[in-house]
């Protein structure tokens, strides 16, 4: 079956999906498509947050249900060696 996902730029990804596939499966394909590592993924169906483990057939999602995907932001703390780097090239150059 077919699902779109909207995400926050007001983009659409398109995924040829069973009714069998986990939420975990949904969001290992979006970060392979757009870069969103899985844990900063919220995905939302008929206003509700789905659950990693938990397959589209549990949530009654069928071919061509639109989910909706919201970027969370990073907790402190959690900033990658990358994210480290740019603030210290940042209070650098101050």
Request: hydrophobic share 35%.
């Given at each position: 079956?077919?699902?779109y996902i909207i995400t926050e730029r007001a983009r659409?990804?398109?995924?040829?999906?069973?009714?069998?596939?986990?939420?975990m499966h949904i969001k290992l394909q979006i970060m392979i498509n757009e870069g969103t590592p899985i844990e900063l993924q919220k995905i939302v169906f008929n206003e509700e947050e789905l659950?990693?483990?938990r397959t589209l057939k549990s949530y009654n999602i069928v071919?061509?249900?639109?989910l909706y995907l919201f970027r969370l932001e990073r907790q402190v703390g959690e900033a990658d060696m990358t994210d480290e780097r740019?603030?210290?090239e940042t209070?650098?150059?101050l």
């Open positions: 079956m077919k699902i659409t990804i398109t995924l040829e999906v069973a009714d069998s596939t986990e939420i659950e990693e483990n071919n061509e249900s639109t740019k603030v210290f209070f650098e150059n």
